[in-house]
């Protein structure tokens, strides 16, 4: 009797369990639960902040509720505190920026606006989906002031000579990631 291929991806106390195998998976899930506790073993509707709705074999995945919480909570932290702790603010969204001030804070609003405005983007998957990995690229020409080296999402090793020099480097940076 051959058998079917099932995965399980288990991040902490979340899970995921798909497959081919229908049997196989009915066994493994009443396994699982006879083992330990778990809830919420119907379709999957929602894993690590990604809510997956699903119609017979289509998929949309995106990221709606977690943008949402995050723009509530943004709002909330920003009617809670003075114009002073706005460095709090910015500091308690963006959790990367070491010393943060108000072009920080104009920054973050713009940042808000557009995740306002893309909340309902996601990724669409279908079996007539197509299976090319498209890659996008950007550079800004000799952004760094101290340097003048372009940055791609992080600097470049060499200093380019104009901006189509940089845009080339960020293209090379972007197709080396996928080698």
Not at 36 to 57: A, H, P, R, V
Not at 154 to 171: F, G, I, P
Request: with cysteine.
């Amino acid at each position: 009797m051959e058998h079917g291929t099932i995965l399980l991806l288990l991040y902490v106390d979340d899970m995921i369990i798909i497959g081919d195998d229908i049997v196989g998976l009915s066994s493994l899930k009443q396994f699982l639960n006879r083992q330990f506790e778990m809830k919420g073993l119907d379709l999957l509707s929602y894993f690590l902040g990604l809510e997956i709705s699903q119609d017979s074999s289509v998929y949309f995945l995106t990221q709606a509720k977690y943008t949402s919480d995050l723009l509530a909570f943004s709002s909330l932290v920003y009617l809670t505190v003075t114009r002073p702790a706005i460095a709090y603010v910015v500091h308690i969204v963006s959790q990367f920026m070491a010393v943060p001030r108000s072009p920080h804070y104009d920054a973050l609003v713009c940042i808000l606006r557009y995740l306002k405005g893309t909340l309902f983007h996601g990724l669409h998957y279908s079996p007539h989906s197509s299976l090319q990995l498209h890659a996008f690229s950007g550079a800004d020409w000799a952004g760094d002031p101290s340097d003048r080296r372009s940055t791609t999402g992080k600097k470049q090793t060499l200093v380019a000579l104009s901006s189509t020099e940089a845009e080339y480097h960020a293209l090379a940076d972007t197709t080396q990631e996928f080698v």
